[in-house]
C-alpha cells in the first residue's frame, strides 16, 4: 500500500516537472554570446535600455548585419517557437529595420527609434533543426540612421511534425504517466 501510494507521489511530481519543462524553453542570445555573428557593427553603450551592451551598424555604410543563431544550442530542436527583440530606442535609429526569420522565408520591418529596452513580440515562427536563425541588417534602412544589434529571444511553442515526440517532454507522454499513475491508484482498490 505504501509502495503504491510513493509511485502514485512520484507519478505525480513527475508530470508537473515534465508539463513545466515542455512549456518552459527560452533561449536567450546576446550579442555576447556563441551563436551571435555580426559584420560591420561594432559595440556600443551610448544608449540606456540595454541587454549587456548592443551593436549598432555604420551609418552610410550598406551591407551591415547581424546573426543570431540558436540552432547550437543543446535545448534546440525543430519546430514552432516565439521570437521577441531587443534593442534601444533612439531618435537616429532607422524606422525600417529590415529583419529576416529562418531561412530567409520570412521577413519583416521594426522600428528602433521606438520600443526600446523591452522584448518586443516578433511572432511565431516554425524552424528546422538547422538554419534556425534572425538576422537584422541595414539595406533597408535610410542614409546616417543606425541599425541596432542586442539581443534575440526564441521560446519554444510546439515542435513540428517531424520531430520524434521522443525528443522533447510532450503533452503525449505526460498523458501517459497520467494514466500510469492512475493504474497505481486503481490497483490500490484490489
Given at each position: 500500500?505504501k ?7 512520484i ?27 555580426s ?10 535600455g ?16 547581424a546573426i ?11 519546430g514552432?517557437?516565439q ?7 533612439y531618435?537616429?535609429?532607422a ?44 539595406s533597408?534602412s ?8 542586442d539581443?534575440v ?30 493504474g ?7
Amino acid at each position: 500500500m505504501k509502495l503504491n501510494k510513493l509511485i502514485l507521489n512520484i507519478s505525480s511530481v513527475l508530470i508537473l516537472c515534465l508539463s513545466f519543462m515542455a512549456n518552459s524553453t527560452v533561449i536567450i542570445i546576446d550579442n555576447t554570446d556563441s551563436g551571435f555573428s555580426s559584420s560591420g557593427f561594432v559595440d556600443s553603450a551610448n544608449t540606456n535600455g540595454f541587454n549587456g551592451f548592443y551593436q549598432i551598424s555604420q551609418p552610410g555604410s550598406q551591407g551591415d548585419y547581424a546573426i543570431w543563431d540558436a540552432s547550437d544550442s543543446i535545448d534546440w530542436i525543430a519546430g514552432i517557437w516565439q521570437v521577441e527583440m531587443f534593442w534601444t530606442s533612439y531618435s537616429n535609429r532607422a524606422s525600417n529595420t529590415l529583419v529576416t526569420v529562418g531561412s530567409g522565408l520570412e521577413t519583416l520591418f521594426i522600428n528602433q527609434t521606438i520600443n526600446g529596452g523591452i522584448w518586443q513580440d516578433l511572432g511565431q515562427f516554425t524552424f528546422a533543426e538547422s538554419g534556425s536563425f534572425v538576422k537584422i541588417d541595414d539595406s533597408n534602412s535610410a542614409t546616417g540612421k543606425y541599425v541596432i544589434a542586442d539581443a534575440v529571444s526564441f521560446t519554444f511553442v510546439s515542435a513540428s511534425t517531424s520531430v520524434s515526440v521522443v525528443s522533447e517532454p510532450s503533452i503525449l507522454l505526460v498523458m501517459a504517466l497520467s494514466l500510469f499513475g492512475l493504474g497505481i491508484t486503481r490497483l490500490n482498490k484490489y
